[in-house]
C-alpha cells in the first residue's frame, strides 16, 4: 500500500528540515498529501504579586508561541510550495506543547508518521514523545536521525525479527520500501534452536512471504553471546550498511519498557539509520 497520507511531527525549527527532506520526496514517490503538525504550550497563569493573575506575562508567552508556531509555519509551507506538494497545516495548543503527542489523533488517519529522533545535545523543549506516539497512534512512524543524512529511498534494509506481532506489523507496513531496496535481510537474534518447529520465530516464513512480494531477502542469525540486543542489531546495521532498520516497537509491555529500559527506547535515541517502527 503507498503512502498517501503523511504526518510530518515539526516540532522546532532545528527539525523541520530534517523531517521534510524525507517527507516531501515520499510523497512525490506516492503521489500522496503532507500534513504538517505543530504544537505550542498553552501559557501557564502564574500569579503576581497581588495574588491575581499575571496577565502581561500570559499575553508576552501567547505572543512568543503565537510567532513561533508562524515562523514554523512558514518554513513548512515555503517548502511544500516550493515542491509543489499537496499539504495542509495544523498548528494546535496542548498543555504539553508536545507535537508527537498532540499529533496522535492526526496520525491515527495517515498512512505514515515522519518525526525527527531526539538530538541528545538540544533543549529538552525541542524533544518529542515519540514514544507515546508509536505506542498510542496505532501507525507506523519512520524516525529521522538527528545526524547524517535523511534520506526518503532505502537500498539496504535490515529487519529485527523475533516473531511477534509488533514484527509482523512492521515487517508489512514497510512493504513500500522493501519491494523497492536492493537487498533486505531478516535479522534473528538468538534464534530457537529447533528452526523447523518454529519457522516464525527463524525468520524462514517472513522471508519467503516478503520475497513473493519480490523483495530480495535473506536471513541472518547472531547470537548475542551477552551482548545487549540493541547493541547487536546497531552493529548488524554498520555491518552491512543498512540505511533503513525495520522494527517492531515495544514488543514487551510499556511498564516494563519504562522500568527496565529496551530496545525500542535505545533505538529512538541513538540508531544512526532512519528507523521504521509498528506497533
Known sequence: MPFKTIIAIIQSAE???RVLDCAIPLAARFEGHVIGVHAEPLPVAYASTIGFPDTEFLQATADMNKERSKKLEGLFRGRLEAAGQSFEWRGLESFSGDSALSGISSARCADLVVAAQRNPDADSDTSTDID?????AGRPVLVVPHAGPSL?????ILIAWNGSREAARAAFDALPFIIEAEQV???VIDPPEDLEADADAGGAEIATALARH?????VAMEES???AVDDVIQDRVGAIGADLLVMGA?????????????ITRTVLQSMPVATFMSR
Open 250 to 262: 515495544y514488543s514487551h509491555s510499556w511498564l516494563r519498557e519504562l522500568l527496565f529500559g529496551g
Open 132 to 136: 507515546t506516539l508509536l505506542y498510542d
Open 185 to 187: 535481510e531478516i535479522l
Open 15 to 17: 527539525d523541520t528540515d
Open 214 to 218: 519480490g523483495a530480495n531477502v535473506a
Open 152 to 156: 526518503s529511498s532505502y537500498n539496504r
Open 225 to 227: 553471546d551477552g551482548r
